[in-house]
């Protein structure tokens, strides 16, 4: 079965310390990882998309990295806004199929 | 570029009555998709549409159900609703791209009460 794993699920740091959250997955075809930063009662805002092992984005303090097993994103000198849960989600294997299957999340709090 | 757009932003609603939301997708994007994020649980895929068609649904009830418009808009019907219903049902839309399998972009979401 596909599936998606996040850790932590809660990750506190102080403004400027530097951390990587992790996702991992169980799919037999990787068809695409998805980061996305989602705020309190509010949609999922997107990050990035990884389609291959090695493959590397960056975006100010975020940067997605992808492996045959797993998922880093790393956020480099937080800051207070960057305090939001992070998704990640994967297209499952199998033809046909375009859900998103998501993790469910590290709740990221950064403290002045 | 205007973004995914849904509405109402909130809807409260007793047992057993309907609920209907609805989501129009960024401009040039012709499928939608519809997940359920209810509190303390990720979020799940309940359905997709692309140029009108329901192309896949998730394990969720029949009474979760509903359509795409010519405009590529949709929308989402839950009869006879139930308690455990309650939770932030989100929008997605995607463009067809030379990459099959590329990024859903959400919407905010509606906020659906059950009492």
């Known amino acids: 079965e596909d599936q998606v794993t996040q850790s932590p699920e809660a990750l506190r740091l102080q403004e400027g310390e530097s951390s990587s959250l992790n996702c991992s997955y169980t799919?037999?075809?990787?068809?695409?990882l998805f980061w996305y930063r989602q705020d309190p009662g509010k949609g999922p805002e997107f990050l990035f998309t990884?389609?291959?092992a090695g493959e590397e984005k960056e975006k100010e303090r975020l940067k997605a990295t992808l492996t045959k097993k797993e998922s880093f994103l790393h956020i480099t000198a937080p800051k207070p806004e960057d305090s939001a849960t992070y998704l990640c989600a994967v297209y499952p294997s199998g033809g046909g199929s375009e859900k998103l299957v998501f993790g469910k999340g590290t709740k990221l709090t950064v403290n002045p | 570029e205007a973004g995914v757009t849904q509405s109402p932003t909130h809807l409260i609603k007793t047992r057993g009555q309907q609920a209907t939301l609805r989501c129009s997708p960024i401009?040039?994007?012709?499928?939608v998709y519809w997940y359920q994020q209810a509190l303390g649980l990720g979020l799940q895929f309940l359905l997709w549409?692309?140029?009108?068609?329901?192309?896949n649904r998730g394990n969720f009830p029949p009474r979760f159900s509903g359509r795409q418009f010519p405009n590529y808009s949709s929308e989402l019907n839950v009869n006879a609703l139930e308690l455990e219903d309650s939770a932030l049902y989100l929008c997605?839309?995607?463009?067809?791209?030379?990459?099959?399998?590329?990024?859903?972009?959400f919407g905010p979401g509606t906020r659906l009460t059950v009492l």
């Open positions: 549409y692309d140029e009108g068609e329901e192309r």
């Open positions: 401009s040039g994007h012709t499928s």
């Open positions: 799919v037999s075809g990787l068809r695409g």
């Open positions: 990884l389609y291959s």
């Open positions: 997605a839309s995607r463009a067809l791209s030379g990459q099959e399998y590329n990024e859903q972009f």
